[in-house]
């Protein structure tokens, strides 16, 4: 969703002010995980927060102009510093409060495409102190509070530095822009997301849940594995459809107006990712994977 906030912030900032989050609400998602996001305007995406005897960690932190509101309600839980941070991926609205957390002491964890893509990224990057300091290729697994989080990597999904945290004791899974919850979802192609490979990964945290599983997506509500199926059959069944029409030879614009996925319209349309952008998205990934 970076360009999501990119455009609000360089279009309309008078506008833009009074829908960005200047505090935060909290959900209890089980003892010592709380998932927070934007109470008065948009936040950015789902934050975690995990609290404990030994260490505070924060999932994400928001954007530039929200994280100040997030630290406020991240201390206020917590009591005390943020000792890490983990990144879910790249964009602006999950990254946002890096160099502020940084600034209170937060040590930065994250796939290394992300950090590369920040390097890369004069907006995101803005200082050497928004850059992860810690990161991994594959998983990292912190071993805090008496839980054990297993940080992992998804390739080339939502971006290509994706990583999803398994709270397994506690049957947790934080999916980060790998679910959006009811949403169409966000593929970066640009940033070396993959339709194939986001299906992929959908299926592989649906692999590691069950029923019960609590899962806190990056967008949207909290979710169960009902939801993220629900969610997977959703994309598939929209590829398909689009797919039937490229197969055809139609051309782009003559598959959006034929509106292959209004079934899904009033559900799954929203905001940034609409139902045109999301047969366009597909459409391209069609005629690129
Ligand atoms: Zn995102």
Redesign the pocket.
Known sequence: ??KFALILMTIAPLAVAQDFATSFKTTVVTDGIYMLDGEDGFGG?NVGLLVGDEYVVLIDDAMVPTAPALLAAALDLAGRPIDFVIN????G??VGGNELMAKGGAIVVAHDNIRKRMQGDPELATSPGALPVLTFSDAVTFHVNGNEAEVFHIETA??DGDAAIHFRNVNVMFA??VMFNGLFP?I?LDNGGTVAGYIAGQKKLIAMIDDDTTIIP??GPLGKKVDLERNLDVLIDSQARVKALVDKGMSEEDIVVANPLALYHDDYNWGFITTERMTRTLIRSLTSE
């Open positions: 969703m970076r995406g879910t991926h790249v964009h609205d999950h939502h971006t980060g822009d966000y970066d990056g967008h």
